[in-house]
């Protein structure tokens, strides 16, 4: 093992039991290194993979900012991997509609009448009528499917869904080249859109899943990516 894992094994070893909790510092640079009897330059490569991992978020200088602070920003660091993976080709697109089609079909049929993120989403189509071009519009739209799925309340799915919307944004704008007419399909998503929140309002989540796994499926399959598959 090296050195820096064994510094990444205390610290969750101190999360898991309680000693280190959100909001809290980690001890310095200095005093971890002797304590684990390791160099300071492992630390200093702990610190930075756990910052990374949205896990921490390491200040300079003094006051209530310094230090490195225990934070959790799940969402974000899953977000930056995936894309990366996404980026490489190795994980299929098809895939990735199928993994969505999973989490919100799941979140849509628990999403709860009445909450917040409800509210943030049917304001998010109505910025979506006025989207000035696509890029916008695509990147509205990824904010209204994690709303939604937040809207299940389910930290895990929202923390996952969290992680997609980056990617959902990148391979929805490559895949626009495909759409024979993006003024037709934009005005059929916000249609969808529309009928998906109002099955959740109306506390219908079976239609609602079925709307949104079908809202998925239709638009990959109109921009040529496989076949829809109809298992859910």
Known sequence: MRTHELVLGWIEQ???????VLGGRLPGERTMAEQLQVSRTSVREAVRI???????RAGVGSGKDAGTIVIAEPGSALGSTLRLHVATRH?????????RVLLESWAAARAQPGVPELYEAAELLDQM???????????????FHVALAQAAG???VSAMMASLRGAIENYASELTGNLPDWN???GRLRAEHRAI??????NDGRK?????????????????VGSASTQD
């Open 154 to 156: 389910n930290a895990v």
């Open 208 to 224: 609602a899943a079925d709307l949104v796994a079908a809202h998925i499926r239709g638009f990959y399959t109109e921009a040529g």
């Open 129 to 143: 009528d006025a989207a000035p071009d696509v890029d916008t519009f695509l990147g509205l739209d990824a904010r």
């Open 197 to 202: 929140l109002a099955a959740v309002n109306a």
């Open 14 to 20: 101190q999360l898991s039991s309680g000693e280190l």
């Open 184 to 186: 037709a399909t934009s």
């Open 50 to 56: 756990l910052e990374a991992m949205g896990v921490v």
């Open 91 to 99: 994980l299929p697109v098809a895939d990735i509609v199928e993994t």
